[in-house]
């Protein structure tokens, strides 16, 4: 009774207080909050006692589960020494050791790393790290950019500028410039098309608008392999491979937002390595504290580091956040990174990968689903528009929590994002709980 009392509380005092991200508040009145008292390994626990798998990693970002104790231990050793310092006028080992692993993971090909608080800071970083680089470069006509079509780059100003997600930009269009947006190679519904015809239609229109425009494009910004919130799209390797190669040869930055696909999520560290090139910028959040702490960082090329290295300090990159580098952030990424080297987790995902495929073999056969895909620790499918409506993501959410699973669909996408201890009974609970859930709402 007294764990039913605290829940509602929780749930009340949540309403009066709280303006909830990515969310209608007014649709709490049908679908109330879930108040969660703790978590473990890849379980979240509510307030009544009742369990969930985390099948979206807590929004891509705990990919090693919930309170691990080798992390809860590398915030303790740190907060000993000192929480924070600014990182301008001085430096400290965990940022240090940081960049150097990170800088050793793309084998020197990018040598220097900018720190921001979280996924939309980088982006507003990167924007301006590009533009400014080639007004200090004589480019000063090199000032817009491009972005692909339905992508998502976050929330601040210049971050939606560079998305294409309507539902997130459309209320703010009188704030933000207006850049260029490019087609995606999304393979889903391709009307028998092969998806090399895709990607060869798609990279045709990029290269035409290279051709017309790259005197006046700074940079074209992607997710690659996975557009997240655009609905888990995935690109091939040779897509992203010509993909850095037309912005290359055109002089166009590459901005590489691995903010949720970085730290091994499809397969390699990086994304960017499936293209066997290296984007100008390359933006890491979520996954690197395995979401403990925000952090995240820009890592970009030696010219760039260099345009702005100069005597006068007007001539820098004069930007900064609070807590950037933040000594406790920085020192839970460095044991992420020391526990997915030390445990093989890349390598062994492949394995994990397999049995998270095999599990879901039931959306193959129900002509409810469509396009099943997966790109590494990345699973998904559609459920087809005619059989939901809108309240569809928010009503299988609730299905799920009755049946002990966390699942968050984007539109009429469902995916599955688990971290990867994960277990294979854990993946064939998480499936069945996902199928139980879907049959129950679609044949209502």
């Known amino acids: 009774m007294l764990g039913q009392d605290k829940f ?71 907060i000993k020494s000192f929480q924070h310092v600014i990182l301008s006028g001085f430096t400290h080992e965990p940022a240090v050791k940081l960049s150097e692993s990170l800088k050793k993971k793309t084998k ?69 410039k207006k850049f260029y947006v490019t087609d995606n190679p999304d393979y889903r519904g391709n009307n028998n098309q092969s998806n090399e015809s895709i990607d060869k239609a798609c990279l045709k229109k990029l290269e035409k608008l290279f051709k017309e425009k790259c ?23 040779k897509f992203l491979k010509k993909f850095y190669s037309l912005a ?70 004069l930007h900064s956040h609070t807590f950037s580098g933040n000594a406790i952030a920085c020192s839970i990424a460095n044991k992420v990174i020391e526990i997915l080297d030390r445990d093989e987790f890349i390598k062994k995902n492949k394995n994990t990968k397999k049995l998270i495929w095999n599990a879901f073999d ?10 099943l895909r997966q790109k590494g620790m990345i699973l998904a499918f559609d459920v087809k528009k005619k059989l939901i409506d809108d309240m569809f993501a928010k009503k299988l959410f609730y299905l799920g929590y009755e049946n002990n699973i966390f699942v968050r669909p984007i539109n009429n996408t469902v995916y599955f994002m688990p971290p990867y201890i994960i277990s294979e009974n854990q993946i064939n609970f998480y499936s069945e709980k996902l199928k139980l859930s879907l049959n129950r709402l679609l044949n209502k």
């Not at 108040?35 to 009742?50: F, H, R």
């Not at 005197?215 to 390797?237: T, Y």
Request: glycine share 6%; hydrophobic share 35%; net charge positive.
């Open 362 to 371: 039931w959306v193959k056969t129900n002509d409810a689903f469509s396009d």
């Open 108 to 176: 020197g090909n990018l040598s220097h790393l900018f720190f921001g608080s979280d996924g939309s800071s980088v982006v507003e970083i990167a924007l301006k790290m590009s533009h400014h680089y080639w007004q200090a470069s004589g480019k000063k006509h090199k000032k817009k950019f491009v972005c692909l079509k339905s992508s998502y780059h976050g929330e601040t100003i210049g971050a939606m500028s560079v998305s294409d997600s309507q539902s997130f930009k459309k209320p703010y269009s009188s704030l933000y």
């Open 8 to 78: 509602k509380s929780l749930q009340t005092s949540s309403l009066k207080n709280i303006w909830h991200p990515c969310s209608q508040m007014k649709h709490y009145e049908k679908f109330p909050l879930i108040p969660i008292k703790s978590a473990k390994g890849v379980w979240l626990y509510d307030e009544k006692g009742n369990k969930l798998l985390d099948g979206i990693s807590s929004w891509w970002t705990n990919i090693l589960g919930h309170s691990n104790i080798e992390l809860n231990n590398a915030i303790s050793k740190q």
């Open 248 to 317: 290359h040869k055109y002089k166009v930055h590459v901005i590489a937002d691995e903010i949720a696909v970085g730290f091994g999520r499809t397969g390699h560290f990086f994304a960017s390595e499936k293209a066997k090139l290296w984007p100008d910028f390359l933006l890491l959040s979520k996954s690197i504290t395995s979401g403990y702490l925000p952090l995240s960082v820009l890592m970009t090329k030696k010219n760039i580091y260099q345009c702005f290295y100069d005597d006068k300090v007007i001539n820098g990159f």
């Open 215 to 237: 005197d006046e494009l700074s940079a074209i910004i992607i997710e690659p392999i996975v557009q997240g919130a655009a609905g888990m799209v995935m690109h091939s390797d």
